[in-house]
């Protein structure tokens, strides 16, 4: 039976301009999580439309960055490399030069397809112990806020290394919009405002509270231009000298001489940034109905987390719309079977075995999904065994926070890419050097190296590794043509995300707009977490009689996507952020 085959009426009603209504109802109270991204609000957007080509980011300003890019001529990639540096600049809790990404790739040509991962590394010196006392994790908070926290930046050697195969400007001119921003100045956006609000950790750092806070110590209130001369100088020397100028020199010691010099210091050292590549790695790709997924492979556990939902989920039973009881219960119980397996099996490959083949298998996939009661949530679920592993390593859960980002484009000649970026967690680190701000992609690592039995966890850290990640740009193809790119910022969230998005458009016939306006919903092997102030709130006592611990919280997603239908580009972005997607 097609899940969530009875979206219609959800459609009829998105249509008739009632999507607002879905997150905007009286609820009971139940527990809820802090989340730093929280309180942005939600206002409805139309579904944009392009005959040529098309870009969708988190901010205005970064959209016609890239809109301008494309206008001139510009690739995909170029476009997204002109919106990513001004989101360094206008969004700078949610990614940057200091991050790293996963970018996907579609070439209209010779229809390859090819991701590019420039996730951060860690630091040769660290140990598996790193987060660690008296045998014991850190709290969470200290572990982010601390210069150990700090991985060696991937993003510039990533962006540049997609150039180099598919960019059609020069490196230098798609530094202008940044360039520009940088130095006249920009509004301090509501969202901005905000977050600086509920992040008083940047307060303590220096070089950060002296860019984010007034005199009066208080944060730059809405519409306050601000301007950013050390990044705009940044800049410019990259534009001239490629990303070298980063990762060696002058740069890269204010880098190191910043991480050392933090109250708790790190080891990132001259070595590690010198030493560091992307990678070009094949992309994971599943099929769910008559359409073909593709996404980012391990490192990222975003892709073949999704791909299991969905795959577990088509035998499903589903009766009712995605409203429904029955639609909110599978889709939670499918979340907790994808998110055990992603826990226990997926690392940096270089460095464990991840069955990516035997997790994604269609026997496996249908025992797991008949692990589904319609009747009875299960709880907390264990892994499978696919690959007779389970014995031999343990579990180990890392708490991806949500503050990421998401950029999509088309270009006029067809090339897509989709593109998940990061800092980690708000504002990252909140060291700033040269007015971009460091990661803590150290924090992706499970704190713990081994499980209460002793065995080694996948995700550990060791020297030179890539954490996990969650991030899932992908693109979805229909009869060998690209039909849609999507990707979400929300740390492990993102997986429900973009899993629910997928669900609204494949069965549901939404448009991307409808379907990203969806209220959030999802487990992560942990409680079942429903949107706060959506319509799913009304569902909570029957989730409690099938046994389900339920969640309210704030689900901010920052879903973009790009479909390719009917002849024309229609954009979506996600409407409890600032994003638009723009194209002509």
């Not at 040769?124 to 572990?143: C, D, I």
């Not at 190191?256 to 070595?271: C, N, Y």
């Not at 119980?333 to 083949?357: I, N, Q, T």
């Not at 692990?371 to 859960?397: T, V, Y």
Request: glycine share 10%.
């Amino acid at each position: 039976m097609a899940f969530l085959s009875f979206l219609p009426d959800c459609r009829r009603a998105l249509a008739s301009g009632l999507a607002a209504t879905l997150l905007l109802v009286a609820a009971p109270a139940l527990a809820q999580d802090p989340n730093p991204e929280a309180g942005s609000g939600y206002q409805a957007k139309p579904l944009a439309l392009a005959q040529r080509y098309m870009i969708a980011t988190a901010n205005p300003l970064a959209s016609q960055a890239g809109e301008a890019i494309l206008a001139r001529g510009g690739s995909a990639v170029d476009a997204v490399i002109a919106a990513q540096l001004v989101l360094n600049l206008v969004e700078p809790q949610s990614s940057g030069i200091g991050g790293g990404a996963f970018m996907l790739h579609y070439d209209a040509a010779d229809h390859g397809l090819i991701v590019y991962d420039s996730r951060e590394t860690a630091p040769a010196a660290a140990t598996p112990q790193r987060f660690q006392q008296a045998g014991k994790p850190v709290a969470f908070r200290q572990a982010v806020n601390n210069g150990l926290s700090v991985a060696t930046p991937g993003l510039l050697r990533g962006l540049a290394m997609a150039h180099a195969d598919h960019g059609r400007l020069p490196w230098a001119e798609l530094f202008t919009p940044a360039i520009t921003l940088a130095e006249s100045g920009f509004a301090v956006s509501p969202r901005l405002h905000a977050m600086i609000g509920a992040t008083p950790e940047l307060a303590r750092q220096p070089a950060a509270a002296a860019y984010f806070y007034g005199p009066d110590g208080q944060p730059w209130p809405v519409g306050h231009v601000l301007r950013n001369p050390a990044f705009a100088d940044l800049l410019r020397q990259i534009a001239v000298g490629g990303p070298d100028v980063f990762y060696q020199g002058d740069v890269a010691r204010d880098i190191v001489a910043a991480v050392a010099a933090h109250p708790q210091p790190g080891d990132l050292s001259l070595a590690d940034l010198a030493a560091y590549h992307a990678e070009r790695r094949e992309p994971l790709c599943g099929r769910y109905r008559a359409y073909l997924l593709c996404g980012a492979p391990p490192p990222s556990s975003g892709a073949l987390a999704v791909l299991q939902i969905l795959g577990q989920l088509e035998a499903y039973p589903y009766l009712g719309d995605p409203m429904s009881l029955r639609a909110v219960h599978g889709f939670a119980e499918s979340g907790r079977l994808a998110f055990a397996d992603r826990d226990f099996y997926v690392a940096d490959p270089r460095y464990v075995e991840v069955p990516v083949a035997d997790l994604l298998a269609p026997a496996y996939l249908r025992q797991r999904g008949a692990l589904i009661d319609p009747a009875r949530s299960m709880g907390r679920a264990e892994p499978g065994d696919p690959a007779r592993l389970r014995g031999q390593r343990g579990a180990g859960a890392s708490l991806d926070l949500p503050s990421t980002t998401q950029l999509v484009a088309v270009d006029a000649e067809g090339n897509v890419v989709s593109m998940t970026s990061t800092i980690e967690s708000a504002f990252g680190s909140k060291i700033m050097v040269r007015g971009f701000l460091l990661n803590n992609e150290m924090t992706d690592f499970s704190l713990r190296d081994r499980d209460a039995q002793g065995r080694l966890v996948a995700n550990r850290i060791e020297p030179g590794k890539r954490p996990r990640s969650s991030m899932a740009p992908m693109i979805v193809f229909q009869s060998g043509r690209p039909w849609l790119a999507l990707g979400s910022p929300g740390g492990s969230a993102i997986i429900n995300y973009v899993a629910k998005t997928l669900v609204g458009v494949i069965d549901g016939g939404l448009d991307i707009q409808q379907a990203i306006s969806l209220p959030n919903l999802g487990s992560r092997n942990g409680p079942t977490e429903l949107e706060r102030g959506s319509a799913l709130q009304a569902l909570v006592p029957g989730l409690q009689a099938l046994g389900h611990e339920v969640k309210l919280q704030e689900f901010p997603s920052g879903l973009q996507g790009i479909m390719m239908r009917h002849g024309r580009l229609e954009g979506g972005a996600d409407p409890r952020r600032e994003g638009v997607a723009l194209g002509r």
